[in-house]
């Protein structure tokens, strides 16, 4: 297997119910799932989880009446929500997790500092990265990486809702072919969205691995691991 510790980033909006609600218990326990057998499998897993399904900060400063900063605050206090849920449904699956945040608040979980995370990984639990990077102006992804770096993953598997990266919006362009393998120079020169830019740059400097699949089934984040489900991996 090319890859043994790896950086999952999922989507707040792919826990979204389909009522809109922020939260579906189904999706949480099935990824909890796919989880618990990626990690019977071999499989050390970190995690980082987005907050888009309750606050995105760019957007919510968009309308004029709160700063930046401020409403990246609330999005990353969005993603320490995210995060204690996938615990709860992780170790409900059976999986020890632990939710570490940038964003220090010890009476609610850990804070994340980089040694004791390397360590709960090495004992075979899986670490629930929230808070984002702690800092406004950035998104998850570019935690996801920063994370995936620090703690000596071998790839990061961007979790979506479509199979990999297209040369056009398959929903769109019945003609979009998906990739199976492109160099990060490739995905910049095609002007291919794998991930935002801040983030896209991290990884190639760092020559890191990006896997894009889909977090539905049939495919799952075993099935992308072990190569029998669709993705597109970005490596040098
Ligand atoms: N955020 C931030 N700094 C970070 C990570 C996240 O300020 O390092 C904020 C930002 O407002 C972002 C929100 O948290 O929009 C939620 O994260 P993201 O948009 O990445 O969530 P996703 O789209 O993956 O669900």
């Keep these: 297997m090319p890859y043994k510790r790896v950086l999952v980033k999922i989507s707040g909006e792919a826990m979204q119910a389909p009522d809109g609600y922020w939260l579906d218990p189904q999706i949480l326990s099935g990824v909890a799932a796919d989880i618990a057998r990626a990690t019977a499998a071999g499989f050390e897993i970190a995690l980082v989880v987005g ?3 309750i606050i995105r900060g760019a957007r919510m400063s968009a309308a004029g009446w709160i700063d930046r900063a401020t409403a990246d ?13 996938l615990e709860t449904a992780l ?3 059976g999986v020890p997790a632990r939710t570490m945040s940038a964003v220090s608040m010890p009476t609610i979980c850990e804070t ?10 090495d004992k075979g639990q899986v ?8 800092n406004p102006f950035f998104t998850t992804d570019t935690s996801a990486v920063l994370r995936a770096a620090e703690l000596r993953c071998d790839a990061v598997l961007k979790a979506t809702q479509v199979d990999g990266v297209y040369s056009a919006d398959p929903k ?6 998906r990739y199976e393998r492109l160099t990060h120079d490739e995905a910049i020169s095609r002007d291919l969205k794998v991930m935002d830019t801040a983030a896209f740059a991290l990884a190639r400097e760092q020559a890191l691995a990006i896997i ?16 029998t489900a669709p993705s597109t991996v970005v490596a040098p």
Excluded: F, W
């Excluded at 605050?73 to 849920?85: D, E, Q, R």
């Excluded at 994340?112 to 990984?121: D, G, K």
């Excluded at 769109?172 to 072919?177: L, N």
């Design 127 to 134: 670490v629930v990265l929230a808070g984002g990077t702690g």
């Design 212 to 227: 894009v699949g889909c977090v539905h089934p049939p495919s799952s984040i075993l099935a992308i691991l072990e190569g």
């Design 73 to 85: 605050s609330m999005g990353m206090l969005a993603t320490v929500m995210n995060s204690l849920a």
């Design 172 to 177: 769109k362009d019945p003609s979009a072919v």
């Design 51 to 53: 907050g888009g399904n």
């Design 112 to 121: 994340y500092a980089r040694q004791p995370a390397l360590h709960h990984l």
């Design 91 to 93: 170790n409900a699956a």
